[in-house]
Each structure stands twice: as structure tokens, then as C-alpha cells.
């Protein structure tokens, strides 16, 4: 009669000879996936971090108009977000550190689901705030109309009034699918940003807030005039009569540039910008 041994092979045998036997794949715990979904970007970070770092992030209001802006900043990273309200700029933010998190292979430790990066990216850009998903476009618009060219119209306001061309630098940040871009347009001495999802939109952005700081720098001019106009009525009419060659462009020229140079009459975040512009590496 055969002995047991005939019968099955041992454990040692099969793992010397058959060790495909024991080797197991990676598993992706649905249940984790699927409660991870419901959470808000902001339930995630902060969760995640005190997980692995014993602290939570830091928030900072930057920004409430046009649009509300959060900043983020943990460890030696720094992120922002842009939107209609304090509570989806604040997610946004938080959505953006946790990409950036992705990107230096830490997900696993922050509870990110996903076997690639690109999974845990979706994960990620599928949370949700208050049963309502995160809208990608809502960086900072502005009055809508963004089908307009404001950076052709500020350009011909410029010339016809004689004054320097529109300067422009630009900025990105954020991963590589969750780019983020940053205009900075100056005109004499004033300096506005526009930030959108892509490079033209942020310009644009950025040509509509001059455009209208311009705007408003050449009605006060026209006020100021005006006033000097009312005050000439008082003067002898026999004045009025003595013929003169000096014309006003170059007046108002300079009136205008006046205007835009005394920056306390315009908001203009060029602080705020200062401030948010040091940027270090991600040391987690």
C-alpha cells in the first residue's frame, strides 16, 4: 500500500519546484478604493498626514477677490487654489498637494489607492466636496466673457494712448495633469495676475484686469479735466480767445501714466504675488 509521502509531495518540495505556487499578486482592496471616493480632498490630506507626520497642513486665505484663493503648505511644499468659494478653493488646494504627494511615490503611506501613479492621480481627481465633484475650470475666472481677446484690445489701448507695450511673464505649477498657470501683466507701474488652466486663458485673464485699471486711470483723467474746465470758466473770457498751439495728447499722456503710477488707487495683488512666489523642493 502507497504511503502518504507517495501520495502528496511536501510543502518543501513544492517551494523548491513549484514556487509560482506561493507567489501572490498585488490585491486592490475595493473596500479601501471605494471608501477613499467618498472622502473630500481636504478629509484625505489631513487624515494622511497626521497618519505620517503627526501634524496637519497648514491653509492660508490668499486671496478674496475676484475669485477666493487657498494656499497650502506641508512640509517644504507650497500649493494654491482658486475658486467661486472658500470652501472649493480650500479643496482645491488640498486636491493639488495630494497630487504632488503622488508624485514623489507616497501615496501608499497617505492612503492613496491605485497600483500606478496614473490610478492614484484618477483617485484622487474623483473625490468629492459635499456630494459635488470638483469642478476643473474653476480657476480664478473673472466676469466670464473669456471669448473675447482682451490681451488684442489692452495692446490697441495702449498704443492709441501712447503708452508702453504690455509686459507679460508667466508661471506653471501643479503636476503634469493638474498644470495650473500664472500671468503677470504690467503696464507703467501696475501689475495684475491671471491664473487658469491654460497658458492663453491665464493671459487673457490677466489683459481683462488691466484693462480695466486703464480704463479707470483715463475716466479719472477725464474728471480731472473737467474740474480744470470748470475752474477756466471763471477766468476772463478774453482768454479764451488767445490762440494756442500746444496740444493736449502729450498732457494726458502724462496725466494717465501719473494715474497708473500712484498704484494706492488700483488693488493690485503684485504683494500678494511676492509673497507666494519662493518655491522649494518637496522634501517629504
Do not use: W
Not at 226 to 233: C, G, K, N, S, V
Request: with cysteine.
Amino acid at each position: 500500500m502507497p504511503s502518504l509521502d507517495d501520495l502528496f509531495t511536501s510543502i518543501d518540495d513544492l517551494r523548491l519546484n513549484e514556487p509560482s505556487y506561493f507567489a501572490s499578486d498585488p490585491i486592490v482592496n475595493m473596500n479601501t478604493a471605494a471608501a477613499f471616493s467618498q472622502k473630500t480632498p481636504v478629509m484625505a490630506l489631513d487624515e494622511g498626514c497626521r497618519r505620517v507626520y503627526g501634524v496637519a497642513p497648514d491653509y492660508q486665505l490668499i486671496r478674496e477677490v475676484p475669485n477666493f484663493g487657498f494656499s497650502c503648505h506641508l512640509m517644504d511644499k507650497f500649493v494654491k487654489g482658486y475658486a467661486k468659494t472658500k470652501k472649493a478653493a480650500k479643496h482645491i488646494a488640498a486636491r493639488a498637494m495630494l497630487h504632488e504627494i503622488i508624485e514623489k511615490d507616497r501615496q501608499s503611506d497617505f492612503g492613496i489607492p491605485g497600483l500606478t501613479k496614473e490610478d492614484a492621480h484618477r483617485a484622487v481627481d474623483g473625490l468629492v466636496i459635499s456630494d459635488v465633484r470638483i469642478e476643473m475650470s474653476e480657476e480664478d475666472p473673472i466676469h466670464g466673457g473669456q471669448n473675447e481677446n482682451y490681451s488684442g484690445k489692452l495692446l490697441q489701448l495702449c498704443q492709441k494712448n501712447k503708452f508702453d507695450t504690455p509686459q507679460y511673464s508667466y508661471k506653471e505649477e501643479g503636476p503634469p495633469n493638474d498644470r495650473t498657470f500664472t500671468t503677470m501683466c504690467k503696464v507703467v507701474d501696475q501689475v495684475v495676475e491671471g491664473v487658469a488652466k491654460t497658458k492663453k486663458a491665464s493671459k487673457n485673464i490677466a489683459s481683462q484686469k488691466m484693462l480695466a485699471i486703464i480704463t479707470k486711470g483715463i475716466d479719472d483723467m477725464n474728471k480731472e479735466f473737467e474740474l480744470d474746465r470748470e475752474a477756466d470758466d471763471d477766468v476772463d473770457s478774453l482768454v479764451d480767445n488767445v490762440p494756442c498751439d500746444v496740444t493736449p495728447s502729450c498732457d494726458a499722456i502724462r496725466m494717465v501714466s501719473d494715474i497708473l503710477s500712484d498704484t494706492k488707487r488700483f488693488e493690485s495683488p503684485t504683494q500678494e504675488y511676492r509673497i507666494l512666489e519662493k518655491k522649494s523642493t518637496f522634501g517629504m
